[in-house]
């Protein structure tokens, strides 16, 4: 009966400011393929949340379709969830962002799902800066169609079958950064260390919130000749260690002085970047899209975080809708009667 998860929870586990465990944020249990890298990017975002004291009943799940589109399913079992059609996420996104402002929203997309078929919406939810997490679970392969290349397969990788990719790879964080993304890093599955902290700068940024995650196929890009697998990704990471400190949180880091950058959120929180490039600034975009294209000229996956604007203005803001939820207004705030819609028609002429 592995398909089944134990209640039992040991009475001793650590809790959070909010008196949650862990445990709390889980989902049910994983189908995807054992050493999936999708199951390590879950966990990173149940840790994140549990970590952040986010309650889970104030957490939008949002997906579309592949697998990692199944993500959602398991973790924040207790969360909202919207499991969308084929690359029309972001459409339900920011139609749940303009109705309940008051959710943390997580989306999360494919490879296919957001550089193929969902290419159109995903560019149209940076442009509008809705305020969410949104996270790409890249293996470069749709998975769940017996591994084909999808659009961000690098030039001459090598499929399971022997084929060599023919076409540049669409280098999704770069688009983000052209496209005007508020937010924008790029992780490994594989390494938590900086993945988690990465999420929880970008659950508390106010704006949308790119991270562009490499994660492993096992079962169909996991092979000598893949630039997605685990080897090769490993082997050309050029990471830079990110540590996320909340507000009233004391303030600590492993790292050496001087070679740390500190950018304040708009909560009040901080997230400290660790690099050998002191020179590096993660509120120049001009620099940071330097950065990956140097990293990619140079056969190098460049992680961390790349761009930050802490002035960011989200979409409720720009649009200057009510603070209030929209999902929280009764009958006579919505449709106030002829008199005040006159008036406004009056203020237009």
């Known amino acids: 009966m592995s398909y089944i998860k134990p209640k039992f929870r040991h009475p001793r586990l650590p809790t959070n400011r909010l008196g949650f465990t862990v445990a709390d944020y889980d989902g049910a249990i ?7 890298g ?10 994140a949340c549990f970590e952040s004291s986010i309650p889970p009943h104030r957490i ?26 084929h690359g029309r996420m972001p459409s339900v996104a920011t139609g749940a962002s303009l109705g309940n402002r008051d959710l943390t929203y997580i989306g999360v997309s494919g490879d296919g799902d957001t550089a193929s078929i969902g290419m159109g919406q995903f560019v ?4 509008r800066n809705v305020n969410m997490t949104y996270i790409v679970a890249n293996n470069g392969c749709y998975g769940l169609t017996k591994g084909q290349d999808s659009a961000t397969a ?23 950064l052209m496209q005007g993304a508020s937010f924008v890093g790029r992780s490994f599955s594989g390494d938590k260390t900086q993945l988690e902290p990465l999420i929880r700068a970008a659950m508390a940024h106010k704006g949308f919130a790119f991270i562009d995650v490499v994660s492993p196929c096992v079962t169909f890009n996991n092979h000598n000749g893949s630039t997605k697998s685990y080897s090769e ?7 830079m260690p990110v540590d996320f400190v909340p507000m009233r949180e004391e303030i600590k880091t492993q790292y050496d002085e001087g070679t740390t950058q500190t950018v304040t959120l708009h909560d009040g929180s901080a997230i400290h970047l660790h690099k050998a490039d002191a020179s ?17 000229e140079e056969g190098r996956i460049l992680t961390g975080l790349m761009f930050l604007d802490p002035d960011s203005q989200d979409l409720n803001q720009n649009l200057n809708l009510a603070t209030r939820p929209l999902n929280e207004l009764g009958k006579d705030e919505l449709c ?10 009056e203020g237009l002429r």
């Open 30 to 36: 994983s189908t995807l393929c054992a050493g999936c």
């Open 38 to 47: 999708h199951d390590s990017i879950s966990a990173s975002i149940r840790n």
């Open 60 to 85: 939008g799940k949002i997906s579309g379709i592949g697998c990692s589109s199944k993500m959602p399913t398991y973790f924040l079992g207790k969360s909202h969830g919207f499991n969308s059609v």
């Open 124 to 127: 149209h939810l940076i442009r």
């Open 154 to 176: 690098d030039l001459g990788s090598v499929a399971k079958g022997g084929a060599v990719n023919p076409f540049d790879g669409i280098d999704l964080a770069t688009l983000a």
């Open 233 to 239: 990704t490993r082997e050309h990471l050029d990471a």
């Open 280 to 296: 590096y600034k993660a509120n120049d975009r001009r620099a940071a899209m330097d950065a990956v294209q140097n990293a990619r």
């Open 336 to 345: 106030p009667g002829s008199k005040v819609l006159v008036s406004i028609n």
